[in-house]
């Protein structure tokens, strides 16, 4: 199901304008096929038409926060075992060590650098796919 | 006793000197009682010497003029009987009778007076015998004979006349053996006196000598004893000076510690609790006497006792429950052996209140870098030309505006790396840190700043084995791209910039080398302070925050390292060093962070 390139993700934030610039770096300097959601529920309902690679979520959301959203992920058949990047600026020993054992992959900081977004993306991934390959027999 | 010691303190009360039992003065005062009363001896025989001289000298004085006096009378006697003999009518034989008559009288008296001493009677009796046949011969011629008749007269006249001489002879016979013998009598009373006089003079100077002796004596030892007197007063008045002092050191010893908000316990070397203050109550649950006795352990679980440590840890009290408490420990020596002060402080509200600190900076660091995310990623994508060629004017004005919020990022980022360095205290967890690794992911995070500022950086591997550090690596990656960043920003195109790895037996050092201008006199002692700025005058190189080197420093502190710099060098530019102690055993090897930390700090500074 997961091909080894990385073209589709499903990126949900609060925040109109980092999404706006966000979803902007990813398409335009990354190539992505970026799926964007204002929150998590509009997420969940867009999973229906757009199979994800990739999640990439804001943490601090009002409603459904981040984990929420991955937690509700977690749930779908389609999205159970989807890799998920949180996106913060809390990013404070502890809380990285909270948010990797919620399932996430890793965690990007906020204020990230909307050019160098695509390359860490695509870096994390790569990581996440050796890991992948290591583990499976 | 205190208050009547002023009294006491100038001469010793009545009862003292009732008691005093000196013998010396009492046998001076009792040979002084006796010479008076040899004195008084001696006087007495003086005036009964004088007195009996005086009554002998007037007794022998009468007895002269008695015998003058018999003399003169019979001498008028034989006058008048011469001139009866002579037919003398004035001269009657009455008168002669009568004459007679005295001169018996006269010899009766002077009888008398000699009749109590028989050596004087003897004497008298000289005279007195031969007067009596002559006062008859008397009597016998005015009896018988005429007067005028000298024919008749002449036989007894010639026999008064032939016993004249020896009458008058024994009259100055006794007159001057009279008078010698008063004379001698005179001069023994003298001597007698004289010796008197002298034993008396002698005894009363004695009298008087013994006297200033004993006064003396008693002077002396009531001065003595005064002084002794004194000595005490004075010795009980210091000694009650210091009680007094003791007792106030205690009252504020005392005060001090029964008033203390902290718990403070003296603890033995076997750690049992000596002694603890009235706020263990309150803290501990349990009063001061009920801890006393108890370990130490029952209190601070994983209390270690070791002199001069500060840390956190839970406390127990009384009844099980916990709270947070700082603990510290002081070392001492009490009688029996090493002892430790230990002082329990409450700080369940001074965590609360870091507690409300860490998640206001928390939340404020994400209020901040929320709407700076936007910025910097809409202005970066422009500026980028991702959305499309600019014209020139604006194409120069979004590069001020991304480069602007660059700098706000930075600072926001520094400043909230800042007060999270402050308050955290205790430490992230520690792990294995390959050194190299470390390097090479600094490396690879400055390659485009480098490119951008024609650099060269290079690493120079001095050791040849693995080294390994206790850090964090995340921690140690930043210090290490500040340090590389600065270099970087300091040389000139075309420069070089070096990495070296280094070490001995106990920690590792590694150097970021540049062949820049080095760093200027003024600036160095401020260079690890927080918003410090070398004054170039270059733009370029002002840029920034001033915290990067005061965030390196204390990140390498609480690493338990060093960072020192050299500047200028021989051959021109910087040395930046850091010496962090090896890790021989750690926890767990640490994971790659680099997408995290590129994340959190990004360095790429398109100029």
Partial sequence: ???????????????????????????????????????????????????????????????????????????????????????????????????????????????FDPMALPGTIRAIWERFRCSIADTTP | MASGSTNRETSPPASVLRSMRNRQIWALMLGELLLFAVAGHLSFRLVAEARASRAWVEHSHEVLHALADLRLTVARLSAWTLYFVNGDESITASRIRGELGRVQGKLDALRGLVADDPAQRERVLKITEPLGPRLDLHRHLVDRVAPGDMAAA?????????????????????????????????????????????????????????????????????????????????????????????????????????????VIMLVSGDLKVVMANEASAALLGASSGDVVGRSITEFLP????????????????????????????????????????????????RQKLEQLKDDFVSTVSHELRTPLTSIRGSVGLVASGAAGDLPVKARDLIEIAHKNSQQLIELVNDLLDIQKLDADRAGSGRERVDVRRLVGSVVDACRELARQAQVEMSIEDGS???????????????????????????????????????GDETHAVLAVRDFG?????????????RFARAETGDARRTRGTGLGLSIVKA?????????????????????????????????????????????????????
């Fill in chain 1, 1 to 111: 199901m997961q091909s080894d390139m990385l073209t589709k993700i499903l990126y949900v934030d609060d925040d109109d304008d980092i999404r706006t610039v966000a979803v902007f770096a990813l398409e335009a300097v990354g190539g992505f096929e970026v799926a964007a959601c204002a929150s998590g529920r509009e997420a969940l309902a867009r999973t229906v038409d757009f199979a994800p690679q990739l999640l990439l979520l804001d943490v601090m959301m009002p409603d459904m926060d981040g984990p929420a959203t991955l937690a509700a992920f977690r749930r779908v058949a389609a999205t159970a075992s989807t890799p998920a990047i949180f996106m913060t600026a809390k990013v404070q020993r502890t809380e990285v060590d909270r948010f990797l054992s919620l399932g996430a992959i890793d965690v990007i900081a906020k204020p």
């Fill in chain 2, 555 to 607: 990140i390498v502190e609480r690493h338990d390292g060093e960072v020192g710099f050299d500047s200028p060098l021989p051959d021109g530019g910087s040395r930046f060093w850091l010496r962090l102690p090896l890790q021989a055993a750690a926890a767990q090897p640490a994971d790659d962070r680099s997408s995290f930390a590129v994340g959190e700090h990004p360095i790429v500074v398109p100029t």
């Fill in chain 2, 464 to 502: 040849g084995r693995p080294i390994d550090v206790a850090g964090e690596f995340g921690r140690l990656q930043q210090v290490l791209i500040n340090l590389v960043s600065n270099a970087i920003k300091f040389s000139d195109q075309g420069g070089r910039v070096v990495l070296s790895i280094a």
């Fill in chain 2, 154 to 262: 002449q036989p007894i006249v010639r026999a008064l006349g032939r016993g004249a001489d020896p009458v008058r002879a024994s009259f100055a016979e006794l007159a001057t053996s009279e008078r010698d013998k008063l004379a001698a009598r005179n001069a023994a009373s003298e001597a007698t006196m004289q010796r008197l006089l002298v034993l008396l003079l002698a005894v009363f100077a004695a009298a008087l000598l013994f006297g200033v002796l004993a006064t003396l004596q008693f002077l002396y030892r009531l001065r003595l004893q005064n002084t002794r007197w004194r000595e005490l007063a004075q010795a009980n008045a210091e000694i009650a000076r210091q009680h007094e002092a003791v007792r106030r050191t205690t009252r504020r010893l005392d005060a001090v510690l029964d008033n203390a908000h902290d």
């Fill in chain 2, 302 to 349: 994983s209390f270690e006792a070791a002199e001069g440590r500060i840390w956190l840890q839970q406390a127990l009290r009384a009844d099980g429950t916990e709270f947070s408490a700082e603990i510290s420990v002081g070392g001492c020596q009490l009688e029996d052996g090493p002892a430790f002060v230990c002082i329990i402080r409450d700080v369940t509200e």
């Fill in chain 2, 517 to 529: 201008p080095g760093i200027p006199d003024e600036f160095r002692p401020r260079i690890f302070g």
